[in-house]
């Protein structure tokens, strides 16, 4: 693929934006030639930080936004009230086929609500969830949905399952991905009534590989590749591993410094332990994207910092280049054909 892929980034979100947000756009654009970078949001502020940094002025353009969406704005009426704010704009680009993509580190909600309202579902898609990639043992797999539908139906459910096994086998480049579903027992009968509802489904699905259900405790050792779930359960699990890790990082380095004998310890084993645990830094899987969306959105943490900026953005091309949202529409217009049959 030699067509550029154009990404809108919401400057303006997030904890540490834009200084984070521009540095990691900057290095996202020197990594791949194929990025075109966005930078939506107030353009003085935008162009203190691009002024630290020396750049292909042709791959990285300022798009002025006057107005912010705050992390505690009622998503809804910020979508609605403030037009000129980046998140809004941004997303108009997608919209309006100036953008292939966007990404934020800002609102979930306003970024929930903006591409449901204004990038809008792909025709037949009856809810876009979030599905970040988490790292387990065995590589990673796809947690769907992390955070968009905490009220989900079972048929939603079936439709995450599908979506995610195609934008896993998509990128991941694995045929036939396994799904499970998440539960609080491996055996048909567990569950609340969706999971219940939705098990059955999932069984007689034939556009996926349904291997049962899964438990929490299981996401870790990579027994499934994508792990659907509705958003209220999906978040708790995504923000419960998140938080193991820190704690489990940073207990160990309190350990390996707590004597001279452990920090002589250290120093020997320290390279073969930052190879081991590199892949468990889910900085370097990006952000969440919205599947099911016209055009791509993707959210990423309020706290990120350059690197899963750049990451996020990198990811937008992979995205483009396997053609996720054409393999949805292809696999849904092929269903609608099928029962209108």
Avoid: W
Avoid at 278 to 287: A, H, R
């Amino acid at each position: 693929m030699t067509e550029k892929v154009r990404v809108a980034v919401d400057a303006m979100g997030g904890d540490l934006a834009p200084t984070e947000v521009v540095k990691g756009a900057i290095e996202a654009a020197k990594e791949n030639d194929l990025v075109k970078v966005f930078l939506v949001g107030q353009e003085d502020k935008i162009n203190v930080e691009l002024a630290k940094y020396e750049y292909d002025h042709e791959r990285i353009e300022v798009v002025n936004a006057t107005e912010v969406i705050e992390m505690a704005e009622a998503p809804v009426l910020a979508i609605r009230n403030k037009k000129d704010s980046s998140i809004v704009k941004a997303m108009y680009m997608v919209k309006h086929g100036e953008a292939d993509a966007y990404v934020s580190a800002g609102s979930t909600g306003a970024n929930l609500v903006g591409g449901q309202l204004i990038v809008g579902r792909i025709k037949g898609v009856e809810r876009a969830p979030l599905a970040p990639f988490i790292p387990t043992e065995k590589g990673v797999s796809l947690l769907i949905d992390c955070g968009a539908n905490v009220d989900a139906r079972s048929s939603h459910l079936v439709q995450f399952a599908k979506m995610g096994s195609i934008y896993y086998e998509s990128v991941m480049q694995k045929r036939n991905p396994t799904v499970a579903l998440l539960s609080i027992g491996v055996e048909e009968d567990k569950g609340n009534a969706l999971v219940k509802e939705t098990y059955p489904l999932l069984k007689n699905c034939p556009d996926i590989n349904f291997i049962g259900n899964i438990e929490a405790r299981d996401i870790s050792s990579g027994v499934a590749d994508v792990i659907v779930t509705e958003a209220f359960a999906g978040n708790i699990a995504l923000k419960m591993y998140e938080g193991v890790a820190k704690t489990m990082f940073s207990t160990l380095k309190k350990g390996l410094l707590s004597s001279t004998r452990a920090k002589i310890g250290a120093l020997l084993i320290k390279p073969a332990l930052k190879e081991t645990l590199k892949d468990f830094n889910i900085d370097k899987y990006g952000g969440a994207p919205m599947l099911g969306l016209n055009g791509l959105v993707v959210k990423t943490h309020g706290s990120s910092k350059a690197v899963e900026i750049k990451n996020s953005i990198l990811q937008c091309v992979v995205f483009k280049e396997h053609n996720v949202n054409d393999k949805i529409r292809e696999v849904l217009n092929l269903q609608d054909a099928h029962v209108k049959a």
